[in-house]
């Protein structure tokens, strides 16, 4: 999307827009100004010429042009119908220099989960992956994916829907929190100490029909129906990005999402297994569990959450 196309559709979403006094403030012609409302018209705007200037009826249903609109977040979006792999593309712009994109994706065919794991996302789901630059050391990256656990289950919330975080990054609905909406996956490079590209893959069972998801998996359609995917990508992101913003805000609001405190929980760890009660997350977002024979501090593992006795 061209800057000035941009620009035209973050001033649409504040309200109307007269042609000619946008024209003059960005210095640009007119016949500009009508070209780029033309252009978001084949993208699917729906955008009525009146007494008040330019104004949006009506936006895509889905895609880069809809998520855009009234994004409150400094993302770029780029959008496919298919992909084998969000993050596969995000590493793809990563070596290309990019940096503060986002890919969508409606359908993801050869996607990764933790340790390697394939799955698929059929489609009419979110599937996303977030590519940013952190002035931050390697160390620091799990707390995007704190961050990004934290935003999904937020996005949930004005549709009515409570969702909890298994730690670290699973997104939990239903009841006893027994579903599972959302994984998400962070990957990334480093150089000199720093972390040169991070990428946070967000797969979120959005309008999808529970028959193809695997056992034990449930969609926001199952919960409340077709939702408007566009908009909850924009929560997602904004939140996602106000998260990452503030730091010190981020382990906070997980422990007021999390399902894992308070529980008994093993871990499968690559240094065994771990059992005991869940206490606590730590910077960088470590699990604290207490079992009989001392603390434990988890870095990486899968955590099952385990029946009371």
């Not at 603390?295 to 990486?300: D, K, L, N, Y």
Request: glycine share 10%; with cysteine.
């Amino acid at each position: 999307m061209t800057p000035t196309r941009q620009t035209l559709l973050d001033t649409l979403a504040e309200g109307p827009v007269r042609g000619p006094a946008f024209a003059e403030r960005h210095g640009v012609t007119r016949a500009t100004v009508w070209k780029q409302v033309e252009a978001l018209r084949d993208a699917g705007f729906e955008i009525e010429a009146g007494e008040e200037g330019y104004r949006v009826v009506a936006i895509p249903e889905y895609g880069a042009e809809a998520v855009r609109y009234d994004l409150r977040a400094p993302y770029d979006v780029e959008f496919h119908d298919a992909l084998a792999s969000t993050n596969d593309r995000a590493r793809e712009l990563a070596a290309e220099g990019a940096s503060a994109v986002v890919v969508l994706a409606d359908e993801q065919t050869g996607g990764r989960g933790r340790r390697g794991r394939g799955w698929t996302g059929p489609p009419g789901g979110v599937y996303a992956s977030i590519l940013v630059r952190p002035d931050r050391p390697p160390a620091h990256a799990p707390m995007s994916t704190l961050a990004a656990a934290v935003a999904v289950a937020r996005a949930c919330d004005p549709l009515g829907v409570q969702a909890r975080i298994k730690w670290p990054n699973d997104v939990l609905v239903g009841e006893g929190e027994s579903r599972k909406l959302s994984g998400i996956l962070t990957e990334m490079e480093s150089e000199g100490g720093q972390i040169a590209w991070l990428t946070v893959g967000i797969g979120v069972n959005a309008n999808v029909d529970t028959d193809t998801l695997p056992a034990g998996a449930t969609s926001l359609q199952a919960l409340v129906g077709d939702i408007d995917r566009a908009a909850f990508v924009r929560r997602l992101l904004t939140l996602f990005h106000d998260l990452t913003a503030d730091p010190d805000t981020v382990l906070p609001a997980w422990r007021e999402r999390a399902s894992t405190l308070g529980r008994q929980v093993r871990v499968d760890t690559p240094g065994g297994k771990v059992v005991g009660h869940a206490r606590d997350v730590e910077f960088p977002g470590a699990l604290v569990v207490e079992t009989p024979t001392g603390e434990r501090r988890v870095h990486a593992g899968d955590c099952e959450h385990l029946r009371p006795v």
